[in-house]
Nanobody, 111 residues
Framework: QVQLVESGGGLVQPGGSLRLSCSASGFIFSEFSMGWYRQAPGKERELVAT???????NYADSVKGRFTISRDNAKNTVSLQMNSLKPEDTAVYYCNAARIWGQGTQVTVSS
């Protein structure tokens, strides 16, 4: 069964950190580019970061220098380390591979 399962969301204060993880199954993970997207209430889903099968990364301007995407092909996981979080980072975060989407994990940044 092709599946992406996110974990690691939660409530954090501004300036804090969270690490999201996405576990993949049902496809050859190492051959796929992986991405993290987010969707805030009332807004469209937007790209956060991507990582190619070769490890090349790309980030939205709004998260550059604060977020880091990484992958572990041995464990079929992709992670998103989020530092210096801001209230505007509040959203549901989704893991993506091609047309495969996870169920999302809520990140709330609030004091």
């Amino acid at each position: 069964q092709v599946q992406l399962v996110e974990s690691g969301g939660g409530l954090v204060q501004p300036g804090g950190s969270l690490r999201l993880s996405c576990s993949a199954s049902g496809f050859i993970f190492s051959e796929f580019s992986m991405g993290w997207y987010r969707q805030a209430p009332g807004k469209e889903r937007e790209l956060v970061a991507t990582i190619t099968s070769g490890g090349r990364t790309n980030y939205a301007d709004s998260v550059k220098g604060r977020f880091t995407i990484s992958r572990d092909n041995a464990k079929n996981t992709v992670s998103l380390q989020m530092n210096s979080l801001k209230p505007e980072d509040t959203a549901v975060y989704y893991c993506n591979a091609a047309r495969i989407w996870g169920q999302g994990t809520q990140v709330t940044v609030s004091s």
